[in-house]
Structure formats: structure tokens, C-alpha cells
């Protein structure tokens, strides 16, 4: 299997422009989760679904921030406007089931200026 | 909400050193995950556990969970050049099926 794959692997953007990052988990992968990682906060989780439903996404820190898994293989994660706060790395991961281990995708660099 | 912490926040040592981090939840865990993530890299499983009091070992890394599954930790012995990179610890969140990471140990290795 080719991991968990995520797109762009960078991206810089102007403040105020839309932002949409991508997400293929590994096949067979009841759960999707996204995170963002920064120096200060370290990981956080954004949002997760289960069997492409959302289940929590208390974690989304604004009203701009939203994301779908329209089907098993793909999920987007959508900023806008950006904002330069949101600057980070935002990772995807995908278990199996339910406390099985999370496999990461290796990220998307966002710079928003 | 659950809290992870883990100290020191950052490690230097010389090759060949010992090193260990730990790491307390402010709740009981039902198990917990380790990962490391190599400079410019994605966090990478290691292992999980599971039971009170567990032991187990790769290679030269020790990890152990603790008697009230509130805290654990992860001993790496003589460290080499390669096990540079930051390590986390990451239990269930109460109640959501999502991973809380702590802050990650950062290991810094000198020649």
C-alpha cells in the first residue's frame, strides 16, 4: 500500500484566498482524522471521521476552517478566508478501527502571507 | 478536556548516552501510543500498550506503562545519531475516538 497521501506537500498563499488540502487514506481505513501542527500547540486534532461521517470536529478553530470525506478514499480539508495564523503543517492519518495505531500522511506545509 | 504531558520538552545528549522521556495523562488511559517524527518528517508509529504495568522492548528502546495507566515512559539506551527527532506520547481522548498527543520530547544528539 502507498500510505496515506496527502496534497499539495507545500503551499503559500496570500491572506484572505481559499485553501484546499487533500487527503487519500489507506484502503480499508474505518477513520480519517486531521491534525495541525505547529511549534507552539504542537498536534492538534482538527476533525475525524468514521466510515467518511464526521463524528468530531470540536477541534475546527474557526467557522472558516471545514471539511468533507465525500467517499472512503478522499477527504479535503478547506480554509477560507486563510488567515497567517493558520499557517502550519496539517497532517492526515488513517487507523483501522477504533485505537488502532494512526499511519500520518507526510503533511502540508501551509504559509499564508 | 484529557491533558498529556510529557517532559523534558527538550533532551541533548552525547552518543552513546542514555535518554528518557515520560509522560502523564490527566486521566486513566485504556492504552497508550508512542511515535517518533524525524526532523521535517511525519509522526511514525512505534508501539502501543495496553496493560497495567506493561513492559516492552525494541531493540534498545524500553517502554512502560504505568500500575494506574495514567502515566508511561520510553528509555532509549546508548542513543545513536539515528534516533534523533521528536517523540510523543498519545492516549484516547475521553470520550472521542481521536489521539491526544503531547507536546513530544525533542532528542537532541551530539557526536
Known amino acids: 500500500d502507498a500510505g496515506v497521501i496527502q496534497s499539495p506537500r507545500h503551499e503559500v498563499t496570500e491572506m484572505g484566498q481559499e485553501v484546499t488540502l487533500r487527503c487519500k487514506p489507506i484502503?480499508?481505513?474505518?477513520?480519517l482524522f486531521w491534525y495541525r501542527q505547529t511549534m507552539m500547540r504542537g498536534l492538534e486534532l482538527l476533525i475525524y471521521?468514521?466510515?467518511?461521517?464526521?463524528?468530531?470536529d470540536s477541534g475546527m478553530p474557526e467557522d472558516r476552517f471545514s471539511a468533507k470525506m465525500p467517499n472512503a478514499s478522499f477527504s479535503t480539508l478547506k480554509i477560507q478566508p486563510s488567515e497567517p495564523r493558520d499557517s502550519a503543517v496539517y497532517f492526515c492519518?488513517?487507523?483501522?478501527?477504533?485505537?488502532?495505531?494512526?499511519?500520518f500522511g507526510n503533511g502540508t506545509r501551509l504559509t499564508v502571507t | 478536556g484529557q491533558q498529556v504531558m510529557q517532559i523534558p520538552q527538550y533532551q541533548h545528549v552525547q552518543e552513546g548516552e542514555d535518554f528518557t522521556t515520560y509522560c502523564n495523562s490527566s486521566?486513566?488511559?485504556?492504552?497508550i501510543q508512542w511515535y517518533k517524527q524525524r526532523p521535517g518528517g511525519h509522526p511514525v508509529f512505534l508501539i502501543q500498550?495496553?496493560?497495567?504495568?506493561e513492559v516492552k522492548k525494541q531493540k534498545r528502546l524500553t517502554f512502560q506503562f504505568g500500575e494506574a495507566k495514567k502515566n508511561s515512559s520510553l528509555h532509549i539506551t546508548a542513543t545513536q545519531t539515528t534516533d534523533v527527532g521528536t517523540y510523543f506520547c498519545?492516549?484516547?481522548?475521553?470520550?472521542?475516538?481521536?489521539?491526544?498527543f503531547g507536546k513530544g520530547t525533542h532528542l537532541i544528539i551530539q557526536p
Open positions: 492519518a488513517s487507523s483501522l478501527v477504533r485505537d488502532s495505531p494512526l499511519h
Open positions: 484502503s480499508g481505513h474505518d477513520y
Open positions: 471521521f468514521n466510515n467518511n461521517v464526521p463524528i468530531d
Open positions: 486521566t486513566t488511559l485504556s492504552n
Open positions: 500498550l495496553v496493560k497495567s504495568g
Open positions: 498519545a492516549g484516547p481522548g475521553g470520550g472521542a475516538d481521536g489521539l491526544t
